[in-house]
């Protein structure tokens, strides 16, 4: 049987580019609140919205739902997507001049 191919997220896998492990580009990185993440509340494998809109294709499709943040570009698109919002875009760094 031909092999399936389980790039089927957004775009591709996540891979080391020229300029390095691409998250460290981001500002803002996603926080999930595992009480309120469908899978994790419900303990069944349901929504992984996240997984599905993620553009980067780094968010796992399990329970608990994770996001590697190597590569992880900060965009928000993830959590605009959750229903419950369980996820929450915090800062990664303050700013020293604000
Ligand atoms: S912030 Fe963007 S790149 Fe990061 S996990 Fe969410 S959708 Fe993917
Ligand atoms: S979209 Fe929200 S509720 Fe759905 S799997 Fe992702 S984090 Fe959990």
């Given amino acids: 049987m031909e092999k ?8 591709c ?3 080391i580019g ?3 492990k691409t998250g ?6 996603p926080v999930i609140d595992h009480t309120k993440c469908i899978p994790s509340s419900k303990n069944k494998a349901a ?5 599905l809109y993620c553009p980067d294709g780094v968010v796992s499709m399990s329970i608990p739902v994770r996001i ?3 590569y992880c570009k900060g965009c928000g ?3 605009e997507e959750c229903p419950p919002n369980a996820i929450r875009m915090v800062r990664k760094v303050e700013c020293d001049d604000e």
């Fill in 4 to 11: 399936q191919d389980t790039n089927i997220a957004g775009i």
């Fill in 68 to 70: 590697n943040l190597d």
């Fill in 24 to 29: 460290d580009w981001s500002d803002l990185k």
């Fill in 77 to 79: 698109i993830c959590a």
């Fill in 13 to 15: 896998s996540p891979a």
């Fill in 18 to 20: 020229e300029a390095g």
């Fill in 47 to 51: 929504c992984f919205l996240c997984w």
